[in-house]
T-cell receptor, first 115, second 110 residues
Framework: DGGITQSPKYLFRKEGQNVTLSCEQNLNHDAMYWYRQDPGQGLRLIYY???????QKGDIAEGYSVSREKKESFPLTVTSAQKNPTAFYLC??????????????FGAGTRLSVL | RKEVEQDPGPFNVPEGATVAFNCTYS??????FFWYRQDCRKEPKLLMS???SGNEDGRFTAQLNRASQYISLLIRDSKLSDSATYLC???????????FGAGTTVTVRA
């Protein structure tokens, strides 16, 4: 089945710890995205990547880091600098043709909580 | 002004009712729009794309008003399974990133 796989589904972070969220896609999409969603709020863009070995900061990149070494993979690290990491993290992918062709497909998400 | 604004609701309607809500956007150059559906604690999923004046898919109708810069979603003959949060999404013209509204919550009661 084609799609986006995020793991783990639930993750707990201790104070001062870095944690990494996994996102893998087999849709052959060039673009991948990370969003954060807080209860009752919309999606906020953390980082995005158009192509392998390149990525850009979104609206709330502070305290996060990413890498894009393979087209299929776009892991997100929540660093200890992120003081309020508890949220629902969503990974998405799309083509890069833009405009009306820019449907994004989402993984099932990772719920991160602080111990 | 936010790029995309939605009435958060909640809209609480009985089964069989019609419910409609709007989404306003700030970028007049935007040419296409999406409605996503998000169930509680789940990921958003594409419900409908809107490329011209509107789109209809079964009980769901989306309409675009470019002059007033809003899109609407109408759900006819509401089902219990329609209970969800509906996200309005606008791709800025010439960019592949999306701007998401905060969502409109609909609850259909028996």
């Amino acid at each position: 089945d084609g799609g986006i796989t995020q793991s783990p589904k639930y993750l707990f972070r201790k104070e001062g710890q870095n944690v990494t969220l996994s996102c893998e896609q087999n849709l052959n999409h060039d673009a991948m995205y990370w969003y954060r969603q807080d209860p009752g709020q919309g999606l906020r863009l953390i980082y995005y990547s158009q192509i392998v070995n390149d990525f850009q900061k979104g609206d709330i990149a502070e305290g996060y880091s990413v890498s894009r070494e393979k087209k299929e993979s776009f892991p997100l690290t929540v660093t200890s600098a992120q003081k309020n990491p508890t949220a629902f993290y969503l990974c998405a992918s799309s083509t890069t043709r833009g405009g009306s062709l820019n449907i994004q497909y989402f993984g099932a998400g990772t719920r991160l909580s602080v111990l | 002004r936010k790029e995309v604004e939605q009435d958060p609701g909640p809209f609480n309607v009985p089964e069989g009712a019609t419910v409609a809500f709007n989404c306003t956007y700030s970028n007049s150059a935007s040419q296409s729009f999406f409605w996503y559906r998000q169930d509680c604690r789940k990921e958003p999923k594409l419900l409908m794309s809107v490329y011209s004046s509107g789109n209809e898919d079964g009980r769901f109708t989306a309409q675009l008003n470019r002059a007033s810069q809003y899109i609407s979603l109408l759900i006819r003959d509401s089902k219990l399974s329609d209970s969800a949060t509906y996200l309005c999404v606008v791709p800025p013209e010439g960019d592949y990133k999306l701007s998401f509204g905060a969502g409109t919550t609909v609850t259909v009661r028996a």
